[in-house]
């Protein structure tokens, strides 16, 4: 076996159906809460101030938590006098909360509202002028993390597929991750599975049913938790580069790009990792699984459909080239050009 580190991170997992019930009670370890979520959470907000929790509600998320959003959240978690930080939402929410507490090193306590999986992890993202920059910082690890089924309940079946397959690419490179180790690797390839299950039944349904949903979000807790154990690879910095270069769909990259990343890894992985997609996707070509699963819930499945042109390829394989990291296939600038072609 391959010698590994691995390393936990301290966090309270609380999942089940009509969980949220039990919110009120986990926050009375502080005397204020600053609850970052949107309108959405208004049954929430109800259901903490009628139970007494003393908050403040803080209804402004914007998608890859923008510096200004920061600064005036930091604001009013300072006046308000919050001792504890509340994220109800999704990564959107989370990521929020995350650049709040890295500076004011406040506990968070999420409860997700979408399969993202940022509540499992220590890595905060906040955009600034020059783009995002993201970090790691234990800080920001949210210490109770209460999975509600019915929270995730009302997304849209588009969007809790592709949020799904954001949960996905988490696992998959989890699985071949040059730097994992062998439990996150199981847990991924069990996640991986129970994600197919959950994406073929909601495709076959339609809906998002309450028994898929569950599943979804088990599969999205596991994507969570192997994301913030295991260093990402190619998959997770094209998603990046292409998302932030060009201004792209950051789930839709996402989904167009993973079968497509299976397969140029593919050459380059052991039996014993090849095995493991095989068995948790059932198939011996696990990379058209991936592409079945988003076609099958009208997901995009090529980069020309979620906005990239033709002529930001060669750019595009530039840019990553640049700078190198740990990854199964060598990274050269001509392979990556042939990788996004073929995605496109
Ligand atoms: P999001 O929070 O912006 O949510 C996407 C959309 O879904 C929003 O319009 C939101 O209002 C809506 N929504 C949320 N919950 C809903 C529900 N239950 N029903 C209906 N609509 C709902 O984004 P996301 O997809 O949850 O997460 C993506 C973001 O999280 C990205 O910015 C990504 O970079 C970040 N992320 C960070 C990490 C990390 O570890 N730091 C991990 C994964 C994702």
Known sequence: MKPFTYQSRQVEVHFGAGKIKELPALLQ??????????????????LLQDAGTS????????????????????????AEEASVLVAIGGGSAVGLAKAVARELRLPIVAVPTTYAGSEMTDIWGITGANGKVTGKDLAVQPRVVLYDPDLTLGMRPTLAASSAMNAMAHLMEGIYAPAGNVLTMHLAAQGMGILREGLEALASAGELTPEVNEKLLLGAFMGGKVLGE???????????????????????VHTVLQSHVLQFQWPYLGEAVRR??????????????????ARMNGLPTQLRAVGLAES???????????APYPNPAPLTEEGLRLLFKAAY
């Open 29 to 46: 370890a502080w005397p204020r809460a600053l609850v970052i979520g949107t309108e959405r959470i208004a049954g929430q907000v109800q």
């Open 55 to 78: 908050l403040y509600w803080f209804k402004d998320v914007v998608q890859h938590v923008p510096e200004a959003l920061v600064a005036k959240a930091l604001d009013v978690c300072k």
């Open 230 to 252: 295991v260093p990402m690879a190619l998959h997770h910095k094209a998603a990046h580069t292409l998302g932030g270069s060009f201004g792209l769909d950051h789930a839709g």
């Open 276 to 293: 493991m997609f095989v068995e948790s996707l059932g198939s011996e070509s696990p990379w058209l699984v991936l592409q079945d699963l």
């Open 312 to 322: 930001q390829i060669a750019e595009a394989a530039a840019i990553m080239s640049k």
